[in-house]
């Protein structure tokens, strides 16, 4: 099985600011604009070799939103090349603990309610911090990604992925299909780096590089020192 990083799901929690700074300071392509879905609302960037999710949701209890960071980074989402079903099954062979198929839906402009994907999630692979593996049910997206990407000024360079296991992470995600470049690092077959290290605390990303022609930037680090932000 061969996967790769679908989209990134970037939690803000203020997601109006977030979606229009980014937005503006790298001059993003828009796949999906902020949308209010009631409970979350969620918006995508197009990059070269990957999807940017900017999103909130309303599930956090008093404690999680005074200790929450206003912008953190809160899961993945991996495509493979094999169907959903064939998908699950080769990570059940491949000892993972993953969930049922599961459906996405939303509401549409006639108020109806449509499955726009399907999701099998890795339950232990990264405790806490989303990871699973998606389907989408239409092409639309995936069309609307390749002409976009195609303009896209920037590509997803690599990040740092903080985990309390490095060595047992780094073999996770070779079984997934990753390559092995040196030490804790792999990468997918859209040259997304993952730069794996150990924490004592939870899961999560702690920083996420960008780059274009002119520059390579930490989204993270653009966020903390802008106005508003922390």
Sequence with gaps: MISNFDHFLLYASEPEKTFQFLKNRFQLNILIPLTNF????????????????????ENKSNEEKTNF?????VGFA???????????????NLEFTVSNVMEQKVFNAKSEE???SEIVMLD????????????YKTDDLRKKFEELSKTSLWEMESFVLE???????????LSLGFKHEIDNCVFDSNGIKVKIQKT????????FVIQSKEEKVDILQVLKEANGYR
Excluded: C, H
């Design 124 to 135: 232990r692979f990264l405790g806490d911090f989303q990871t699973f593996f998606i389907e």
């Design 114 to 116: 449509v499955v726009i």
């Design 78 to 92: 991996l495509q493979s090349d094999l169907d959903l079903t064939k998908t699950k099954r080769e990570l059940e």
């Design 163 to 173: 985990t309390a296991n490095p060595e047992e992470t780094r073999n996770g995600f």
């Design 200 to 207: 004592l605390s939870q899961n999560g990303i702690s920083s």
């Design 38 to 57: 009631g409970p979350f609302q969620s918006g995508m960037f197009v990059f070269q070799n990957g999807i940017l999710e900017i999103l909130w949701y």
């Design 69 to 73: 960071p206003i912008n953190q980074f």
